[in-house]
């Protein structure tokens, strides 16, 4: 991987002994693990390194190393150097935006190709599976040796940005960096087990109530689970992240759907899509935006109204795709 | 990797214009991804195969390509060879063993450590994570080139061996391998999308029906669900191989155990772990076997009856785990 502005961040590096390294609200595994993989690296490498989690760290991924280390906030002594990892925009730092822009100086380290270029320097590389891959070139171009620990934060970025190993974005150079990182130490089996595979009997509760209202549509094309407040009340956005892959799985089905109703008559949808079907233009019409492939929108109204409304959206979606050929 | 027989296997080959290859019953992706991986690229290269797969190819890998030239039996003229791809022993064949092992000369390629060497040549690696793994190896040695066939079919045993690159049989190796399948054109998110992520609304149904049934003890490390006769009996086998990964999931449990009822009063009962109970032993105790995080075996009796026998046993096991400490 080629990094454009790898003489800038070195000398902006070198200029700076205090960094303040920041990752995304609601953060994932590719947030903390560039968070943590660039933060211990650096921390092991002279310099004094605050990192900051505006959301803290989920339980899912207390297991990384370092994670003693994140705080959600941050203090600015002297001529501090921010660097903002896996943000498509300033503004996804939540809370703490207006702070971070006032910094001295930004370096923006992102995969996303819609990132906004909100740094002094800015390295954004649509191509990268994960801001951790590009973590781990810039690790290796700045002579920094990866450890264990290290090397356990940027597998998590790649994996959970990557679906393990499963999306679209997973190229070879993937799986060359992965070899690696397993030849430094990382141990993937122990890694997935924390990701995914442990949930609480609360989590498997949620998810057999959600399959016993799976609808499908009687051409097989639209699989739906709609929830209504009585049953979400129960449960964190945390237990109720997975259930749309349920109806994602109905071999049958182009386009999921999971509505889930607020107290304050908003229901928030999920959409997802197999290939045909644009579902972030589609829930750009209803108010919402995402990616092609995974997006979502809030409606206001009744649950009933709005399973209606997507319900006849995404009818509308799949004629439109039909017709395309 | 190193194939210490590479000479007899290519003098056996070069033999043989006429092929046999054979898989084992109950076929996973390995067994389909090696016949099938190594059978299109030596018939591309000049050779009579068949291919032989005694229980056919499962609707899940239906998608691999050549599985238009999979028979469940076989015709023998001539002095046929048989290469057995991904078979403990002989009897993985299934009621072919018989038939098979009369053949003029047998190679068997395998990655089970419990391997029988029941061939004329014995090339077994236990260190593969895959069959398909050494497959790989041994086309490149024989220097046929894959194509985004063979290539595709390679990918989806180790996929599939290594449970999507998660298992402990996932080594750097494993990643150096899935680098250059991707070189080739392997396609990893259709083939993870065909695999796993398509279910039948029944078997949706069934984890539904299956999650109402979760138990966790008092102590919350053993998880398990219990399937009556009137449940089980509107399934079949591919609905319900995935159920065992639910109670597996519980995020306390360091033992899972699915026990589903037949109708002639026997209960077959699954056994997984996480860490510090061997399930192997324990499902030897039992009378059945496996691996030591992956068992099960048969018990003759009621359900309500097999499960207090099994947990009983589960609990001994933990028991025993936690006074070696």
Redesign the interface.
């Known amino acids: 991987m080629i990094i454009p502005h790898l003489q800038e961040i070195k000398s902006a590096l070198n200029q700076s002994p205090n960094l303040l390294l920041f990752c995304h609200v609601d953060p994932d595994g590719d947030a903390l693990g560039s968070l943590l993989g660039l933060g211990l690296a650096l921390k092991d490498h002279g310099w004094q390194v605050q990192l900051i989690s505006p959301d803290g760290v989920p339980a899912n991924y207390q297991f990384l190393p370092g994670t003693e280390y994140v705080t959600t906030s941050f203090t600015t002594e002297g001529q501090a150097t921010a660097i903002i990892l896996d943000c498509g925009d300033l503004d996804r730092l939540g809370t703490i935006t207006d702070k971070v822009s006032s910094l001295h100086s930004i370096i923006n380290i992102d995969h996303h190709s819609t990132n906004t270029k909100f740094g002094a320097i800015n390295w954004v590389e649509p191509k990268a599976s994960a801001t951790a891959e590009m973590i781990f070139f810039l690790l290796k171009k700045l002579a920094i040796p990866l450890t264990v620990k290290t090397a356990t934060c940027l597998y998590t970025g790649i994996h959970t940005d990557t ?6 974005n ?4 993937v ?2 960096v ?3 990182l ?2 430094i130490g990382v141990k ?2 122990k890694i ?2 924390e990701i995914y ?5 609360t989590q ?2 949620l ?2 109530k959600a ?2 209202r ?1 609808s ?1 549509s009687t051409d097989g094309q639209i ?1 739906w689970i709609s929830l209504p407040y009585d049953i979400v009340q129960y449960y964190t956005d945390e237990d109720l992240s997975g259930i749309i892959n ?1 109806p ?4 049958s089905a182009e386009v999921a759907v999971l509505l889930t109703e607020s107290v304050d008559g908003h229901v928030r949808v999920g959409l997802r899509s ?1 290939q045909s079907v644009n579902v972030g233009l589609l829930a750009m019409r209803l108010g919402g935006g995402g990616h092609p492939r995974a997006a979502g929108c809030i409606l206001s109204g009744t649950l009933a109204h709005a399973e209606k409304e997507v319900l006849e959206a995404v009818q509308q979606a799949l004629q439109e795709a039909h017709n395309r050929g």
């Open positions: 679906g393990g190993f499963r999306y679209e997973t190229t070879a150079r799986h060359q992965a070899e690696q397993l030849k993937p089996w997935a087990d595979d442990r949930k609480s009997v498997l509760q998810l057999q399959l016993q799976l499908v699989a349920y994602r799985m109905v071999a197999r």
